[in-house]
């Protein structure tokens, strides 16, 4: 019995020691390495599948916020839910780690992203933390809690809501920002029969008027240029935004470069 006891410790030992390693080796790949990372993280998953004392879980949670960020810096939202969801289990347990703020206001982001249908869930979220004054007040929560009160008043120039907290949630403020200028385009077709150039420049949040440009002709073709007005609903012998010869733009797809960086 005492033989099978010493052989249950060192293996447990030896489980903590590999998992220990592989987790040095992930946080080294968070950054510079995502494949690398991805399949290490696969690694520790499986090294404790069956984790039960407090240090392995904590070393699996820790694995799994490294998951996180490899997700949205691998641009894989399907990765990012299931991190998450698995990281939110051991939130709901008990365990945090020094990351777990900066995780929590990725999933908040996320859920902003889509909150037309997540809204209530974003919500349901941010209850959960809402009694912890510390969690609160970190710039990880508060920065996307801030953004939704915005959006909900109509005040949609994020540019102007200061720094992101970290460069993880420069993917969701990218992905935001396109959602609010969709809104915005639809509310300038109901809204407006014709506006000038600079105006819906201005409305739509683009720094210059080659960006609205290449925007329009990206996605609102049907979008009219008539004496440097913008035309919503086109007279019978108006001209299409690519008949225009100044109209010529950009060849690179579009990018919210400019403004990330005003935000960053």
Known sequence: TNLHVIKHNISITSTMTSAKELLSKLKSQVDSDVDGGKQTLNELKVLLIDASTDEDR??????????????????????????MAQAKALYHSGLSTNESFKIMGLNLMALLVDAETNLSEFHSELEL????????SSPYISFPVMLERRLMVGSYNLASAGKIPDPSYSFFMESLMLTVRDSIARCLESSFRTLSLPAAQDMLGFDTMEELKEYMEELHQDWIVEDGELCFQPPPLGRHASDVPSMKLLTQSLTYATELERIV
């Open 129 to 136: 933390i809402y009694d912890n004054e510390v969690a609160m």
């Open 58 to 83: 904590l070393i699996k949670l820790t694995a799994l916020e490294y998951g996180v960020l490899l997700s949205v810096a691998d641009d894989d939202m399907e990765a990012f839910q299931r991190n």
